[in-house]
């Protein structure tokens, strides 16, 4: 209704355009436009979602994390802000999207971020977090709150507007080197298996969301965890990358590619988009000079080779902070910092076709 005001206000007069918008007084042309951002991810997303889990565990409650930006623990697994926070800030919303279990958190008309710390796809992997499965179930259960809250028809034009950013999977690879560290190398079957597990279950949740309106996917692929702090500490690899973490990336990623154009092509109206976030990591790792960084695997904060042992935060253990954040890539064993976080979320909102194709997150918010 209130696109086809806005399109009589362009071809009538302007009195009789008054009276319309009189007579239709509810239509906002400036919110008009709004796109809604939902998160979904590990803790490379989760801006506080462990706050109110009562996981006393969880790291983002403690200092020194969100020292730089925060002054004080913000639920961020940073320094500062995370890719969402930035990408938020880009996109112009009124502010970032609040974490699903926020407290009193009742309005969903400025997107919600889902995403928890520990999250996979494969429920098995990750019992106690809350997963890509139970991330999901809060969703359809938002999707009905959204629709008791602005109504049927605004609900669907919302949920169809709305950009959905996903970063997962990650944790599923961690677990599976996890388990065979002591073992032979994975067969390439084993391997092929389980991407393929992955990728049917993650597919079964992005159709959740097609289904309940969404059409416009942004996915940041698997970064070189190979390279991680905590990766080469766990395998205890002293070198910068290690190889077997880094090729069970790119299968899953290269698998992944050929599984979105496939969605593509079989759901009407699906748009999505990868940001290569492997490649873009990987070469701040090895060449961090060319991206101002000058230490690239050793972490900020933690303790043990590369800091990879991951102990920022825990007051039961010793660990050390970095004087220098500004020189760092990786803040704590698993994550980098807000610089780092800035860079890579520049590069996904309008970086060109080598970062992220068939197109940068400007454009898909602008889409229609
Ligand atoms: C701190 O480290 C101890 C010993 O490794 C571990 O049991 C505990 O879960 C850790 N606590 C936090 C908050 O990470
Ligand atoms: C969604 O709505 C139901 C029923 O109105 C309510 O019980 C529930 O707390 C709401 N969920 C959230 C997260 O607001
Ligand atoms: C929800 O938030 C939007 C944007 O901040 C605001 O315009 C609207 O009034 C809020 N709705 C409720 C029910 O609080
Ligand atoms: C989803 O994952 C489970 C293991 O958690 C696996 O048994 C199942 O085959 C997967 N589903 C699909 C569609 O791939
Ligand atoms: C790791 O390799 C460097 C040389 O690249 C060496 O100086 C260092 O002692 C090694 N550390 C361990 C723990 O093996
Ligand atoms: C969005 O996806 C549909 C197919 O689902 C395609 O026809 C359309 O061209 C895409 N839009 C853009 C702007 O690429």
Request: with cysteine.
């Amino acid at each position: 209704m209130a696109q086809t005001v806005r399109n009589l206000c362009v071809t009538l007069a302007l009195e009789l355009c008054a009276t319309l918008l009189f007579v239709y007084p509810s239509i906002s042309f400036a919110t008009q436009d709004k796109t809604l951002f939902f998160v979904f991810g590990d803790s490379l997303y989760d801006n506080g979602m462990s706050l109110y889990t009562g996981d006393k565990e969880a790291g983002a409650r403690y200092w020194p994390y969100g020292e730089s930006y925060f002054k004080k623990p913000a639920g961020r697994y940073s320094n500062g802000l995370n890719i969402p926070d930035f990408i938020a800030q880009f996109a112009g919303l009124p502010y970032m999207p609040p974490p699903y279990l926020l407290p009193g958190n009742k309005n969903y008309t400025n997107g919600i971020n889902f995403a928890s710390t520990s999250a996979c796809v494969l429920v098995e992997n990750c019992p106690k977090a809350i997963n890509l499965k139970m991330q999901l179930d809060y969703f359809v259960e938002m999707v009905q709150n959204l629709t008791k809250q602005v109504g049927k028809s605004e609900a669907n034009r919302l949920l169809s507007r709305a950009v959905y950013l996903f970063d997962i999977g990650k944790n599923d690879y961690v677990t599976l080197l996890q388990m065979n560290r002591e073992k032979r190398p994975l067969s390439s079957s084993e391997k092929s298996l389980y991407v393929k597990q992955i990728l049917g279950n993650l597919t079964i949740h992005i159709k959740t969301i097609y289904k309940k309106g969404g059409r416009k996917f942004a996915f940041q692929n698997i970064g070189p965890i190979g390279c991680m702090p905590s990766m080469k500490y766990m395998l205890g690899f002293n070198g910068t990358c290690a190889e077997e973490p880094l090729e069970l990336a790119r299968m899953h990623n290269a698998a992944f590619a050929a599984k979105a154009n496939t969605l593509q092509s079989k759901l009407p109206g699906f748009n999505y988009t990868i940001y290569d976030f492997y490649t873009a990591l990987h070469h701040r790792v090895l060449y961090g000079n060319v991206y101002g960084f000058e230490e690239t695997e050793t972490a900020c904060c933690g303790s043990g080779v590369f800091n990879g042992d991951y102990t920022c935060q825990n007051r039961s253990m010793t660990f050390s902070v970095c004087y220098k954040v500004k020189d760092y890539l990786w803040y704590d064993a698993w994550h980098p910092t807000h610089k780092a976080c800035r860079q890579l979320a520049k590069e996904f909102w309008s970086g060109g076709y080598n970062n992220v194709a068939p197109y940068n997150l400007r454009t898909l918010f602008a889409m229609g």
